[in-house]
């Protein structure tokens, strides 16, 4: 989603806000904009579409000279995507320039107020209007910049993370946020303001995480952090463990399939954090046994994340015998949930700051239940309002359509269902330790599936004209399928559809025509037969058939084209049988000639409901 960088200090600030939104294209975005303080005032420049638009138009930021300024990628919400609507947006007499992410929810009423109060507006967004509040109590009260701020941040509802420029304070930048991340970049004589870390990896690891309802003042020299009410607040700056390269393709085509590529690093690296001396160990995320003994378990995410929750509701189940419900964190937040004693809500999230999981947390903790997350991003919302966040060790994800983080996360939740299982009483000595070998066997396993990846190539050349897709299977492998199905129709907007096997005909069989690819998973043993059995169905109604099928699992031999994955137990057959699946999605979408690591509409990190 939208993003936002800032720097204040010696060095043109143009370019070092062009690279910085460069490292945050990755979230999405239709359009983008500077704003430079120049001699004469604060100078602005947008442009819709693509930030190399915004590169030419500023000739690569040499038409500025200011040494301040602020930057953003907007992926609209309101407003149609324009250069009008874009940010950075300005009073009308230059006073004030915003950049903002979030929404402003009742941005209606106090557009109603400024317009009784003869303020005009140029755009259709919620951001002009946070614009001329700020203005309007700049003006009215005197206060100075944080006063003005403060006063915005007491009207507001909804979330925001805002960069402001006041015209007269020509040295300084200010910056406010609610549940909308912001973090505060240290350099030597510098300082940097970012949505996000990679936008300032290449200057700084040294950042101060900016807490909800916190404003903080830069300057060249420093920061100053306060609270709503205007008071001081101590901060201590953190140093960021993330590789800078991460957010480079290092020779790969598209960050796509490098990160496809990655999986079984991820993997080996969380199983490296995770297990110790032949046992599972959380302790360095400081999850106690206590929490580690639920009564009940109920998984909120959104999309793969989601997706992970339905692969880990059998899991847990099945090895630790534990009820689990998997509930998506949008749906969740709003349906007056009965929590019952010991409820476990682990809350899934590759970037720690989905607006739906963190809301889904506070709910959570609100009712008393124990919150546990599995989160990729250090210092986001969701890590730092969760009790206990396991960090998944996926490193960086910059391809909008997640594989490492998926891949990750399905590690942290076997190693989770182990500890339940163990701690329940239900798994111990040999089985425990057969189970942690077979994890442990999951990145060679993987590489031999990557190793395989021309007949996936081959097959999506051949087929790269699909219009509709289904992906069955039952049990573990219908979350393979879901997760496969939203790989697929992302990247390539060829339209997908996960179905669970037996529910094919219950009315979606009539969608199947001559041609129809449908691909089959068949990981579980004790439903392939079945799931062959509806294959079969399919194919007599004209279906191209594919089976996609772990070896050993006892299917005989099915007719038409086969892509297997290595022997693994069937509890953690998700981490080899979404490969192949991932890599047709990748490889469709390149056939089509699609933006794969961008696909249209979608943003990385989805802050708004
Ligand atoms: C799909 C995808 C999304 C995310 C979802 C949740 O490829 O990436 O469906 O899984 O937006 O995002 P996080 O995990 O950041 O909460």
Sequence with gaps: MCGIVGYIGKKQAAPILLGGLKKLEYRGYDSAGIAVREEDGVRVVKAQGRLSNLIEKTEGGAVFTGTAGIGHTRWATHGVPSECNAHPHCSFDGEVTVVHNGILENYRELKEKLLRGGYVFRSETDTEVIVALIDYYYKKYKGGPLDAIARFMQRARGAYAIAVLFRDRKEDIYVARKDSPMIVGVGEGEMFVASDVPAILNHT??????????????????????NIDRERVEKTPVT????PSAAEKD???????????????????????????GRVDFSEA?????????????????????????VLQYVIEGLARIPVRVELASEFRYRNFI???????????QSGETADTLAAVREAKAHGAKTLAVVNVQGSSIAREADNTVFTVAGAEIAVATTKAYSAQLIVGYLLALEFARLGGRLGGEEYARLLDGLASIPEK???????????QKFAAEHMNLHDVFMIGRGIDYAVCMEGALKLKEVSYVHTEAYAAGELKHGTISLIEEGTLVVGVLSQSAVCEKTLGNLEEVRSRGANVVCLVREGCAVGAPAGTVWTVPPIEEYFAASLLVLPLQLLSYYVSVQLGHDVDKPRNLAKSVTVE
Aim: glycine fraction near 8%; aromatic fraction near 8%.
């Design 205 to 226: 690891r040294k950042v101060y995480y900016l807490d909800n309802l916190e404003m903080a003042r830069l300057c060249a020299e420093g920061a100053e952090f306060y």
């Design 240 to 243: 960021v463990d993330m590789d």
């Design 251 to 277: 020779g790969w085509e598209h960050f796509m399939i490098k990160e496809i590529h990655e999986q079984p690093r991820a993997v080996a690296d969380t199983l490296r954090r995770y297990v110790r001396d």
């Design 286 to 310: 400081g999850v106690g046994e206590e929490m580690l003994k639920p009564s009940r378990v109920v998984i909120v995410g959104c999309g793969s994340a989601y997706h992970v929750g339905a």
């Design 339 to 349: 929590f019952e004693e010991n409820t476990l809500v682990l809350a899934i999230s």
């Design 446 to 456: 993987m590489q031999s599936v990557l190793s395989h990846k021309e007949e996936l």
